[in-house]
């Protein structure tokens, strides 16, 4: 399984200290590999890295960095630097395992704040990375086993296409680090932290690819559900977002949310896109939920939140949502938050929504 968590930390970190200990004899006062930073400062950066994620974290940072740094000692070699990387490290995995769901701490990219999950693939990207800087500019081989490579596409970097090369060839690509047949090498890049879209009394939560594989699967994609969830629709528009991201036309933002009930950390439903907006900025939008769910106004919260996100795009001109005649609820969810019904299609109602 592909989800992120304090077990894939300790998985990297692992990697990370073998390799580099078998290069410990070497000179670090060396460039890493593409860097401004020796060797030592970089293994330093790393230990800079775990500390920060796991500050954001505790410290419930909303607003901004947690402000204080990890410096080695002077005169600290790299058997030194080794031993910070790895109790760093460790302080990042008992930070993610012990923060409750639905905590997030401040980072910028791409809005603002990132979950447990997201700050243990950060980390997990940080020391396999640099890991590889580090011993690329000491002359030896760096790479990490191919799961942990494809969790760390699959959370941080969906809008890459995963075929090509091997996982780590194509995170070496995606970061700027290598050459993948057919695609231009990267000058600059950005990982995708999964969005979070408040709703009243629901949060509206990104669904990565490797969630999508795991709820595709049968698997709770890393949350607990309310009774009888999650539904059958779900599971299939899980399935769709895994087979977008496979074939590398999965864009970010425009896939899955799932419905999670902040007061309990209840996951009740999800409601998403078909895609991106096309060439006309129209946008098909669906959701469901589980019935346990059914009958309390979630639906109806959810789908003003994700549009009015949705119509703020300039990109985005109307909404469209397809309903069977006999749904009655589903129309009237649609009613109320302000589509309205168009000419029926296949046999199926339209129902859309302008962008004002």
Known sequence: MLLMGGDRIDEAMAHAAGALRAVADRDWSAKAGGLDWSCLETAEHIAGDFVAYAGQLAGRATDGWVPFEVTL??????????QVIEATGRLLAATVRTTPRGVRGFHPYPSGSADAAGFAAMGVAEVLLHTYDICEALGADAEPPAELCGAVLAHLFPHV??????????????????????????????WHNARSLPAGPLALREVSPAAAADLAAGGTGGLTWIEG?????????????????????????WGMYVLVRTEDELAVGA???????????????GYDLAEAARGRGYATTALRSLSEWALSHPET???LARVDPENKPSQAVLTRTGFTRHPDRDNTQIYVLHQI
Request: glycine share 20%; proline share 11%.
């Open 317 to 319: 001109t109307s909404l």
């Open 229 to 253: 969830g999650p539904f059958n629709g779900t599971r299939g528009a899980a399935g769709k977002l895994a087979k977008a991201y496979a074939d590398g036309v999965h864009r970010p933002e």
């Open 161 to 190: 296409p995963p075929s090509g090369g091997s996982p780590w060839r194509v995170l070496l690509w995606a970061t700027g680090r290598g050459t993948l047949p057919g695609r231009d090498r990267l000058l600059s890049w950005r």
């Open 73 to 82: 000692d002077e005169g600290t070699g790299p058997e030194g630097a080794i």
């Open 271 to 285: 409601m998403g896109f078909h895609g991106p907006p096309d060439d006309e900025g129209r946008v098909e939008i």
